[in-house]
């Protein structure tokens, strides 16, 4: 009876014990568990205020990023990328302009796709990028130089009209609920009796060039205008070139309803626009004519 009387409180002991040792290993597991789950939504926080942070500078024009970037107007620069090829060659004998204008459907009326435009009667601007940017730009450029002209009586400068026109690009860059010019420009005429031609960047940033292509394949355009540019050349030399470098894009072959080109002669001083048949014959003069098609029924 004695040895039962002791059994029983032993084993009512030892189950507390169990009991307890059960719920503290519970409670150690839960704590582990709340201290793992404080950890993952530690990280994933970390993860989204990161997130949230790229954003902000994606989307802010105004921010810069850590590393000193303003992405609107990279992603600017990208949408001048994805806008077919625009060319730009200074010659003594002036400035050619030479855009590649293919057109979506062969229902589209070629003439309806601009990409050079007269400026002033010593100016003309070839395009790359949105047509839409392009035109406000080159709205605003021909106002610039009419007040020039009422204010001062001369034809505006070259490297002012410019100048202008990178400084209201530039000031997209700082004002919020705007966005950056998805355009770049190639400026090109005669100031003081000697041509000059200059690029307008998305980030209102001008840049001077003997030549120079904006727009698509601009690595492998540009790097056939360092080869084979020379100072020496004439303007009809210019035309030539700037022909063969739009034809890189188009597997070296155009038709004159596919490009436009312009001039701006050193003696005149005037833009002129090329008609298809004198396009035509520079085609056929640096043989970039169509293939024709063999194929017999």
Same mark, same amino acid.
């Given at each position: 009876m004695l040895h039962k009387a002791i059994e029983t409180p032993l084993v009512t002991l030892t189950l507390i014990l169990t009991q307890t040792q059960t719920k503290t290993q519970a409670l150690t597991a839960i704590a582990t568990q709340i201290r793992s789950r404080g950890r993952r939504d530690s990280i994933s926080s970390d993860t989204m205020q990161g997130q949230a942070q790229q954003q902000a500078y994606d989307r802010g024009i105004t921010i810069f990023s850590p590393d000193g970037r303003l992405y609107q107007v990279e992603y600017a620069r990208e949408a001048v990328k994805r806008g077919t090829a625009s060319v730009g060659i200074r010659t003594p004998d002036g400035i050619v302009l030479a855009a590649d204008k293919r057109s979506r459907s062969p229902l589209m009326e070629p003439t309806s796709v601009e990409k050079i435009h007269k400026t002033d009667d010593h100016v003309g601007i070839a395009s790359a990028g949105h047509v839409a940017d392009a035109r406000q730009l080159i709205d605003f450029a021909r106002r610039? *130089?009419? !007040?020039? &002209?009422? &204010?001062?009586? /001369?034809?505006?400068?070259?490297? %002012? #009209? $410019?100048?202008?026109? $990178?400084?209201?690009?530039?000031?997209? %860059?700082? !004002?919020?609920? *705007? &966005?950056?010019?998805?355009? +770049? #420009?190639?400026?090109?005429?005669?100031?003081?009796?000697?041509p000059r031609l200059y690029e307008t960047d998305p980030s209102g940033t001008p840049y001077e060039w003997k030549a120079v292509?904006?727009? @698509?394949?601009?690595?492998?355009?540009?790097?056939?205008?360092? /080869?084979?540019?020379?100072?020496?050349?004439? #303007?009809?030399?210019?035309?030539?070139? @700037?022909? &063969?470098?739009? *034809?890189?894009?188009?597997?070296?072959?155009?038709? +004159?309803?596919?490009?436009? !080109? +312009? $001039?701006? *002669? $050193?003696? %005149?001083?005037?833009?002129?626009?090329? %008609?298809? =048949? /004198?396009?035509? +014959?520079?085609?056929?003069?640096? =043989?970039?004519?169509?293939? /024709?098609d063999t194929d017999s029924e």
């Open positions: 610039q *130089a009419q !007040v020039n &002209r009422l &204010r001062y009586g /001369e034809p505006v400068g070259i490297e %002012t #009209l $410019t100048k202008n026109v $990178t400084d209201n690009i530039q000031q997209y %860059t700082q !004002v919020g609920g *705007a &966005r950056p010019f998805g355009v +770049a #420009l190639l400026i090109g005429g005669i100031e003081d009796g000697s292509s904006i727009g @698509a394949d601009r690595s492998d355009l540009q790097e056939h205008l360092e /080869e084979n540019y020379t100072d020496e050349l004439s #303007l009809d030399e210019g035309v030539g070139l @700037a022909l &063969r470098t739009i *034809a890189i894009s188009n597997d070296d072959e155009l038709t +004159a309803a596919g490009v436009d !080109v +312009a $001039t701006v *002669a $050193t003696d %005149t001083e005037e833009f002129s626009e090329l %008609t298809n =048949d /004198e396009i035509s +014959a520079y085609i056929a003069d640096n =043989d970039l004519e169509p293939a /024709e």
